[in-house]
């Protein structure tokens, strides 16, 4: 906790220096390809790929920039081999064998970036990432209520670079890593995010 705060005070002192300098607007919108996986033992660590697409709003001056963005998409958790087991008192009765059952999730992620301008046309972007999951899918049926398993929000860390284009277009490219335990249960066992992030933008 006091290396998410220490992080989001930095980000916060460097939107600060970004609001004083001169700047312009910028909004679009972009599709993404998401490459999504949670990290667990006791759910598939495998990566899946999901659709990814939303809006963005900021400012940008000549170094630095700070955007934040809506953005939505579908993820996906997987019950592994011994998920009857260690979470028996979540699954409903007469579910003896729920391997494979599979969790679909749709959320919504706000990232507050702050861009770093490194080559001509080519920025650093960093800050955080605030997930809430919208809506949850117990695809097999086959939890007591599946809030009670998995959170309904999250927060994670980005890092990524951003391209622009001629004729409003950018393109980026981003890891997102989990910093909050998506883990809802009494469970001794940590759930992190983990994102690769492809992406095209066009500004209005």
Same mark, same amino acid.
């Given at each position: 906790?006091? *290396?998410?705060?220490?992080?989001? #005070?930095t980000?916060?002192?460097a939107? %600060? @220096? $970004? ?7 910028m ?26 697409g939303?809006?963005?709003?900021g ?5 630095m ?10 993820t ?18 007469? *579910?003896?064998?729920?391997?494979? #059952? ?5 959320? %919504? @992620? $706000?990232?507050?970036?702050?861009g770093v ?25 086959v939890?007591t ?8 929000s ?10 622009r ?9 981003r ?14 066992e ?15």
């Amino acid at each position: 906790m006091q *290396k998410l705060t220490s992080f989001l #005070a930095t980000v916060g002192a460097a939107c %600060l @220096s $970004v609001t004083a300098m001169a700047q312009e607007p910028m909004a679009g919108i972009k599709i993404r390809a998401n490459v999504y996986r949670t990290t667990g033992d006791q759910i598939e660590n495998n990566y899946k790929v999901f659709p990814f697409g939303g809006v963005y709003l900021g400012i940008r001056g000549e170094k630095m920039s700070l955007v934040a963005e809506g953005l939505f998409t579908q993820t996906r958790m997987i019950a592994g081999d011994n998920f009857n087991d260690i979470y028996r008192s979540y699954i409903q009765n007469g *579910k003896e064998q729920i391997r494979n #059952a599979e969790f679909d999730f749709t959320e %919504l @992620s $706000v990232p507050v970036l702050l861009g770093v301008k490194v080559f001509p046309a080519t920025w650093l972007e960093f800050g955080p990432q605030f997930t809430k999951v919208v809506d949850m899918s117990d695809k097999d049926n086959v939890l007591t209520e599946v809030k009670n398993v998995y959170k309904d929000s999250y927060v994670s860390g980005v890092v990524g670079l951003k391209i622009r284009l001629p004729l409003h277009l950018n393109v980026s490219a981003r890891y997102a890593f989990g910093v909050s335990d998506r883990n809802n249960t009494t469970v001794d066992e940590r759930w992190r995010t983990q994102h690769i992030q492809l992406g095209v933008g066009f500004g209005l």
